[in-house]
């Protein structure tokens, strides 16, 4: 078996790519430009993948890599992937999240491959939007009306659109993972999660005094990456392409993550070393998101193996083997009076 990843450089590209390499397939990634700096990184850790050079802008590229590979299955998962740079770059996001995915599928269309490559599009809990008067009470399913609050939900909602579209009018198997929040230790340190665990660690090393975020109380429906991941391939070994929800089920804010960490590394009280940023606010914000993955489970057999707790100890862990505090439970941090602590 072979397959093709696009955005490889990216937390799930590592964690599929990895999975993929275990199950014997050749596995394929696409890069952006000569000099990405995160191509040497991607060598390093998976030096079993082979790295073709194109852009999910330029349909030329896209082409020369499909025909390259051969992928029997191509996991889309390239895109402008963190919400609050969407606001700053919205035409990028359109772009890229949103127009690429139309490239994508008309690369293996013109490769003349529809009837033998399989493909995953990387969908997102994001295209809800978390308002009161589209929110089941067990949560978001694959029926749920779609309210994106930004331009990456937005351009999500078109690229999810498009390859249903190519699905039904093409007969090609496309299959869209509408996942919730995932995250692990390949989580850019931009994303908050991986921004809370980081400096969790990093305080308690006594290497920086406090952290900056944005709006603590948003409620996030958070599991593990390398759960998620699965859920793709699994996708993907279905009978028929569908859509499908990944998520854990349950809820927690910014505010209890940010807890979780801080307790990982033995500080009780978290507060005198936040500073709540107005920079970090968003002109829109989604309350709450909570997945019902009934049909995943049901009809892939997917289940998560790596719970909330779980999940913030393995982030923190990382970070704290990053930075050498092995033993900080045993430290306690100065403690510092800062304004603005949680929202």
Known sequence: MRALITGITGQDGGHLAELLHAKGYEVYGLVHGQHN?????????FPFVTLLEGDVTDQTSLVRAVEASQPDELYNL???????YSFKNPALTAEVTGKGVLNVLEAVRIARLTDTTRLYQA???EMFGGLDYNRPARGY????????????????????????????????????????NHEGERRGVEFVTRKITSAAARIACGLQDHVE???????????????????MWQML?????????LASGETRTVEQFVAAAFSEVGIDDWRPFVRQS??????????????????????????REVDFPGLVQRMVQHDLRLHGGHDVRHRRPRSRTLVGGAA
């Open 37 to 45: 700096p995160k191509r040497h990184a991607v060598e390093s850790e």
């Open 78 to 84: 390239a895109a402008i992937s963190h919400v609050g």
């Open 123 to 125: 969908s997102t809990s």
């Open 141 to 180: 399913n694959e029926t749920s009306l779609f309210h994106p609050r930004s331009p990456y939900g937005a351009a999500k909602l078109y690229g999810h659109s498009i390859a249903k579209n190519y699905r039904e009018s093409y007969g090609m198997f496309v299959s869209c993972g509408i996942l919730f």
């Open 213 to 231: 975020l944005g709006d603590l109380w948003p409620k996030r429906d958070w599991g593990y990456a390398g759960d998620y991941v699965r859920g």
């Open 237 to 245: 070994q279905h009978d028929e392409p569908d859509d499908f929800v």
């Open 278 to 303: 107005p920079a970090l606010l968003r002109p829109a914000q989604v309350d709450i998101l909570l997945g019902d993955a009934s049909k995943a489970h049901d009809e892939l057999g997917w289940r």
